[in-house]
């Protein structure tokens, strides 16, 4: 594509972001495909690496599929509305506290936009009742309003032909099909107790919706869909996909609020086909 503004990148930082193990992922897409479909959206990471002219996106989170839509069809107005905000605590939680539900689509998106950037760690985390609940993150100078960037991400979004979709990732792939790709980025499972965190919306994301995944992950492969998936280094994610080709990465977690602690994780990469862009390497070979 020819562009006529920067590359667009994610806009917000998410818990599990794939901006660490990108490069790994862009090496293992196939050669050739049609429609990309992303289901589990976040950041975006992978989709502004490739920019597919022909893309289905989604996401279960409102606040951020409204960021989207805002984004790409009414940019010049979010950006104006991002610049009145302050980098102040007292106005930090008085922001916090609007029901988003109550806001117009703009100040919707700036709202989430901005708690973002400004809270503790870039974390997105709501309660049980499905409120935003992280405190205030005290930087010194964050870039609420990165303009250049918000407008290569609208132009991308209108000038592609990319399909946005609110809710379940079963809705997002019900069009997926022959020589497809189908990348699946869930919320990770934990490779522990205390690292056990999937509240980007309220409910989260079980053991049971993983094994779920698992089989939509089958049935994308009997359609014939190139599909690609990463997750946790964990006993259960291998023995769920062990018909599958299992490759180990390393990367960095850097919403973990213990710096010390955010390096040295292991991911998987997994695949049901083989012949890709690049070389690969680290094959997992089973236990």
Not at 90 to 97: G, H, L, M, P, V
Not at 138 to 149: A, G, L, S, T, V
Not at 194 to 211: A, C, H, L, M, P
Not at 228 to 245: A, F, G, Q
């Amino acid at each position: 594509m020819k562009r006529s503004v920067p590359k667009p990148r994610p806009f917000v930082k998410w818990a599990g972001g794939k901006r660490q193990i990108v490069s790994h992922l862009i090496s293992r897409i196939p050669k050739e495909f049609g429609t990309y479909y992303e289901p589990f959206l976040g950041g975006g990471a992978l989709l502004f690496e490739i920019l597919p002219e022909r893309a289905v996106v989604g996401d279960v989170n409102e606040e951020l599929i409204n960021a989207y839509l805002v984004i790409r069809d009414r940019v010049e107005e979010l950006i104006s509305d991002l610049k009145k905000h302050r980098n102040e605590r007292d106005y930090y939680y008085r922001i916090r506290s609007l029901d988003p539900k109550s806001l117009d689509p703009v100040r919707r998106a700036s709202r989430f936009i901005y708690l973002n950037k400004t809270c503790y760690n870039g974390l997105w985390r709501v309660n049980s009742r499905g409120m935003f609940n992280v405190p205030f993150g005290r930087y010194k100078n964050p870039k609420i309003c990165d303009e250049e960037n918000l407008r290569a991400v609208s132009e991308y979004l209108r000038s592609s032909d990319v399909r946005i979709v609110l809710g379940d990732y079963r809705e997002t792939l019900k069009t997926a099909g022959e020589g497809d790709f189908v990348y699946l980025d869930p919320p990770y499972a934990p490779v522990s107790e205390t690292s056990r965190f999937t509240e980007y919306v309220s409910g989260g994301f079980s053991e049971e919706d993983q094994i779920k995944l698992a089989e939509v992950f089958r049935d994308l492969d009997r359609r014939g869909c190139y599909v690609m998936l990463s997750n946790s280094d964990t006993p259960l994610v291998k023995e769920l996909y062990r018909d599958y080709l299992i490759e180990v990465v390393e990367a960095n977690r850097f919403i973990n609020r213990v710096a010390n602690r955010r390096r040295g994780y292991r991911e998987l990469i997994i695949r049901n086909y083989e012949e890709v862009k690049a070389s690969v390497r680290e094959v997992y070979q089973g236990p």
